[in-house]
């Protein structure tokens, strides 16, 4: 963005619209990656709290969730993916970038949590740290991808590509 001197008064033309088209990808990467991370979560979390989660952990689970917790979690973990994963994809326009560096990313964040856990805490599952694994894996991994495909593609769109 640059002021026109010459003009009357103060006009902002924009100089570089890959700067611009790069931000408004980002955004979208940011809300994608969160939307399908979310959308996932929510039916895994439906389907394996009744399966996996309250037979085994239901002596530790919460009688409610705590929202503000959850909601910082899924915020800030986002931030991480689109950071760590879904900007080198998009670096290098490969999606599949994405995918392998999201599916890592998941299995350090989630294997940070879970075997911390299982180092820590007496009798707690392995088989919730290995489903838990996988899971992180998956789900990061996925949710790398989408965002990675919506931002190539709404850069593409912006600048005419």
């Avoid at 959308?39 to 002596?59: E, K």
């Avoid at 999606?95 to 879970?114: H, I, R």
Wanted: aromatic letters at 10%; proline letters at 2%.
């Amino acid at each position: 963005m640059r002021t026109d001197p010459g003009a009357k008064g103060v006009r902002i033309a924009c100089t570089d619209l890959k700067t611009d088209a790069a931000m408004i990808a980002y955004g979208i990467a940011y809300l994608v990656t969160g939307l399908v991370f979310l959308g996932l979560d929510a039916v895994w979390l439906g389907t394996m709290t009744g399966l996996l989660y309250r037979p085994l952990l239901g002596h530790l689970l919460a009688s409610e969730v705590d929202l503000a917790a959850a909601a910082a979690f899924y915020l800030l973990y986002i931030a991480g993916v689109v950071l760590f994963a879904v900007h080198p994809g998009l670096e290098n326009g490969r999606a599949t970038t994405s995918l392998l560096l999201g599916a890592a990313l998941g299995l350090l964040a989630y294997g940070t949590y879970d075997l911390t856990n299982q180092a820590t805490l007496r009798d707690w599952p392995l088989a919730v740290t290995l489903a838990d694994l996988c899971w992180g894996s998956f789900v990061t991994g996925c949710a790398a991808m989408a965002g990675q495909f919506a931002a190539s593609a709404t850069q593409r769109w912006a600048t005419g590509a």
